[in-house]
């Protein structure tokens, strides 16, 4: 709820252009511009860490708008759930500074579907996170791919997801949600 006024902005300005400029493709970059605002600031007067995820999920909406992929998830009662996520920064943003967030659809596997949200001034690259979703249904259990491609067809073009992407989603983990998971520090 910290960014719900960005959020329904972002959403209204993504249908827009989606009327106007029509739709997106699944592997085109869509772009977003954002200001640093006195509410994304921490003690050290630059943009909180935490707060990146929060606007890259601005990205993420304009994302699935302009793509088609809210309408079909409205449609069939589904929704995704962030299962992981990873951010490396590189630069500071600073209050009042305007950036881009850049997000695309890296692939998928069998359990989910991978993204990358970067945040850019001036074309060069200040924060970027990758991001793993899994598919839910309101009526219960996971969304397989297949009725996700038959509802909303196969994307075409859609590049693998790189090894180490892979690599990192099952180092990072944690047990399943029906099995055991004791904090124990070691």
């Known amino acids: 709820m910290n960014v ?7 959403m209204w300005r ?5 009327r106007r400029e029509g739709q997106l493709a699944p592997g085109d970059v869509g772009r977003i511009r954002v200001t640093t605002l006195p509410t994304d600031l921490d003690v050290l007067r630059h943009m909180n860490n935490g707060r990146y995820l929060s606007l890259f999920d601005l990205g993420r909406w304009d994302l699935l708008v302009r793509t088609g992929m809210s309408d079909a998830m409205k449609r069939n009662g589904w929704y995704a759930v962030v299962s ?8 500071s943003l600073q209050l009042w500074q305007r950036f881009d967030i850049e997000s695309r659809l890296l692939g998928h596997d069998d359990k989910a579907i991978y993204l990358e949200h970067r945040a850019v001034v001036d074309g060069e690259i200040y ?17 397989s791919h297949q ?7 196969r994307p075409e073009g859609l590049p693998d997801v790189e090894p180490w992407v892979h690599e990192w989603a099952i180092a990072s983990a944690l047990p399943a949600t029906r099995a055991d998971a004791p904090s124990i520090w070691m």
Do not use: N, P
Not at 5 to 10: K, S
Not at 84 to 91: I, L, P, Q, S, Y
Not at 147 to 153: D, I, K, R, Y
């Open 4 to 10: 719900i006024w960005r959020t329904l902005l972002v």
């Open 14 to 18: 993504a249908r827009r252009r989606l």
């Open 84 to 91: 992981a996520e990873t951010v490396t920064f590189r630069k």
């Open 147 to 153: 009725e996700l491609f038959a509802a909303v067809g």
């Open 127 to 143: 924060a970027r996170v990758i991001v793993r979703a899994r598919m839910l249904k309101r009526s219960g259990g996971t969304l």
